[in-house]
């Protein structure tokens, strides 16, 4: 019997704390986040500095009408511009050139991409961080599909979603289920946005996406596996944003069926 493979070694995999000399740096897209934008940074500052992890906050902001730059730079005052680097754009340009926008600025090794809105809680971070360090792993993502994180990490909770109706659960499930079928990329949440990189693999995937919009992610994971990087994945609880307007609309349901053939076809 191969010791490792124990209960107790499970138990005790990525428990232990160890120095981390390494800098995370967390890119956040957005449009009209004014309400939000406090509360996140607030709650990832607390976790880093509980951590004891270098960090910084990039946040990419889409020329919002309702003062989110103003609050950014507030921010900055408060944590200091080398924590909080606004690096704003002319207008709404869309979620995956809003990360190739803020790569552009990352001084960290590490890159975490996530929502302003609360959909995904910094709480999770450290997990994401411990399964990475205990495995060696480029990518470990964010899951709401599954109940224990893979490879296995001893305080996973099983995830989950909150605040959606019928019909955006299954909008969800069903764009997941249509691309593990076509595509058998080995993940169970393609479409979540809560991810923790490796610098230079995240580099190297953008270079190679092409979509854009909501089958952004989907294409991300897709092309991830297909250029043999290796993927964990954490179970979330995902909260359905608080203040703000969700922005997945009809047009965006269908350009991921459609990325979902361009993959099948090319990738």
Same mark, same amino acid.
């Given at each position: 019997?191969?010791? *490792?493979?124990?209960? &107790? ?35 990832? &500052? ?48 869309? $979620? ?8 552009? *600025? ?17 709480? *999770? ?5 411990? $399964? ?42 069903? &764009? ?87 993959? *099948?076809?090319?990738?």
């Amino acid at each position: 019997m191969n010791p *490792f493979d124990s209960s &107790a070694s499970l138990k005790m995999l990525g428990e232990f704390n160890s120095s981390d000399t390494h800098k995370y740096s967390v890119i956040l897209p957005t449009y009209n986040e004014r309400k939000n934008l406090p509360v996140i940074v607030w709650l990832l &500052a607390n976790m880093f500095k509980e951590q004891k992890l270098a960090w910084e906050i990039i946040i990419v902001d889409d020329a919002s009408p309702d003062g989110t730059q103003e609050i950014a730079k507030q921010l900055a005052k408060v944590y200091g511009e080398d924590r909080i680097v606004l690096r704003p754009r002319s207008g709404k340009l869309g $979620l995956g050139t809003a990360y190739i926008h803020g790569l552009n *600025f990352v001084t960290g090794d590490f890159v975490i991409i996530m929502d302003a809105d609360f959909s995904h809680h910094p709480k *999770f971070i450290p997990q994401f961080i411990r $399964l990475q360090k205990a495995h060696n792993l480029d990518i470990v993502t964010g899951t709401r599909y599954r109940s224990t994180s893979t490879p296995y990490l001893a305080d996973a909770t099983p995830g989950g979603v909150h605040g959606w109706d019928l019909k955006r659960k299954l909008v969800s499930r069903g &764009a997941n289920f249509l691309a593990a079928t076509v595509l058998s990329p080995g993940i169970s949440d393609l479409t979540g946005s809560f991810r923790l990189y490796r610098l230079p693999v995240l580099r190297h995937i953008i270079t190679e996406t092409v979509s854009k919009g909501y089958v952004f992610q989907m294409e991300m994971m897709v092309r991830a596996r297909a250029l043999g990087y290796s993927v964990g994945e954490v179970p979330i609880t995902f909260v359905d944003r608080i203040f703000g307007e969700s922005k997945l609309g009809a047009d965006e349901i269908v350009s991921y069926a459609k990325g979902v053939w361009t993959l *099948f076809m090319g990738v």
